[in-house]
């Protein structure tokens, strides 16, 4: 099998490349494809000759058709903008698909190359990380318990309380301007039958987690569950979906700051004889800081948690689905790698015959949960359920 991870040199694209590393077969070929090829070749020198680099510009389809030729799945892990490029490069060599989401609007788009992924009898799984990602199969695994469902709620929540040194001014796991755009974008909430847009960052509502979490305030943003679970489900009835997620209140202060002086925008600038988009720009600046020095033992804990309401012989019940990770220290990776090592291990069950589908699928539709997270319990990650009666918990 040959595993091309695109955007393999970047913070969740090293996960996955280090997934497939460790769980893939010796004689499968990993391959770290980047626009920056000398940070590639730099991040694949640590592996030998398991692991290869090669330059992409996904923008590019007839050379990007060229470096990707004998691929069997194409694991994502750039920009989001660039997914549907990326997906036709996947096709032109008649690759699988796997990405990382698309925040609402993307993943609608993504979702019209339903028939030509059926045509090349491939698959594209879209939104498999954390969030999209294990969320979609948590609610799939608490709908199969129903006879019908009333509400799916999706939640995401953390806590790092390691120690550092030299911490940069803001602390990014993944894209600044991701996360601009999720804090700027009116968030997409299923309600009552029907969708509908929010204020950015509202919905703050107390949420208590188990420990070390506690209490948390999750916040709206725009994010993908919410644009296949209402679909998915819609036969059990559900008339509610919603994602929120809650961040550390100085990040969040410091990112609102960001996007209220301007730099969400996508407008060009002009700079002297130069023209740039805010957003690119203080991307660029923040994903270039250097990362924070980690003192003593990594101690950080991230739950991302399904909560279904629903019936079962007519009773009204609450299922509250959390996984967990504490992170990977050996790997050298803390409770990102919820985000990282779900494309790998997709990408793997793909190779095994575990996921059979064709077609463009979310993952709750394509990924069958019992098999996922035996994956998952190898890589340290574990699933709680709790049960409530009624329907009155509040999200």
């Keep these: 099998m040959k595993y091309v991870i695109i955007g393999g040199a970047g913070a969740m694209g090293q996960i996955a490349v280090r997934d497939l590393v460790e769980f893939a077969d010796k004689s499968d070929e990993i ?148 996360i601009l755009e999720e804090f700027s974008m009116p968030p997409a909430v299923f309600t009552k039958g029907a969708f509908i847009f929010a204020e950015p960052m509202s919905g703050m ?58 730099l969400a925008s996508h407008e060009l600038v002009k700079i002297g004889h130069a023209s740039v988009a805010p957003i690119e720009l203080v991307n660029k600046i923040a994903m270039a800081q250097k990362q924070a020095k980690l003192v003593g033992k990594l101690n950080q804990h991230e739950i991302v948690r399904a909560i279904v309401k629903g019936t079962i012989k007519k009773k009204k019940v609450t299922l509250i689905l959390d996984c967990h990770t504490k992170g990977l220290p050996k790997w050298g990776f803390g409770t990102d790698v919820n985000t990282g090592c779900p494309p790998a291990v997709a990408a793997l069950m793909l190779a095994k015959g575990e996921i059979t589908g064709i077609g463009t699928l979310a993952p709750e539709v394509a990924v069958p949960p019992d098999a996922f997270f035996k994956h998952l319990k190898k890589r340290q990650f574990w699933v709680t359920q709790t049960k409530k009666t009624g329907w009155g918990l509040k999200t």
């Design 31 to 178: 391959v770290v494809a980047d626009y920056d090829f000398e940070k590639a070749k730099s991040k694949v020198a640590a592996f030998g000759n398991r692991v290869s680099a090669i330059q992409i510009n996904v923008t590019d389809l007839i050379k990007a058709k060229k470096a990707l030729e004998g691929t069997f799945v194409v694991i994502n892990c750039v920009q989001y903008h660039l997914n549907i490029d990326v997906m036709r490069a996947a096709l032109a060599v008649k690759a699988h698909y796997i990405d990382l989401g698309g925040l609402f609007h993307m993943t609608r788009k993504q979702l019209e190359l339903n028939e030509d992924f059926k045509a090349a009898n491939r698959i594209a799984i879209l939104g498999m990380g954390a969030a999209p990602g294990i969320t979609n199969i948590l609610s799939r695994m608490a709908v199969d318990q129903l006879d019908s469902v009333q509400e799916i709620h999706t939640r995401v929540a953390g806590s790092d309380q390691s120690k550092y040194k030299d911490v940069p001014a803001l602390p990014l796991s993944y894209s600044l301007q991701t």
């Design 205 to 262: 509502v107390p949420l208590k987690f188990p420990p070390p979490l506690g209490v948390k305030k999750p916040m709206f943003t725009i994010h993908s569950e919410v644009a296949t679970l209402p679909l998915t489900f819609a036969a059990k009835g559900v008339k509610e979906v919603s994602f929120k997620i809650a961040f550390d209140t100085e990040f969040l202060d410091r990112v609102r700051f960001l996007r209220d002086l301007g």
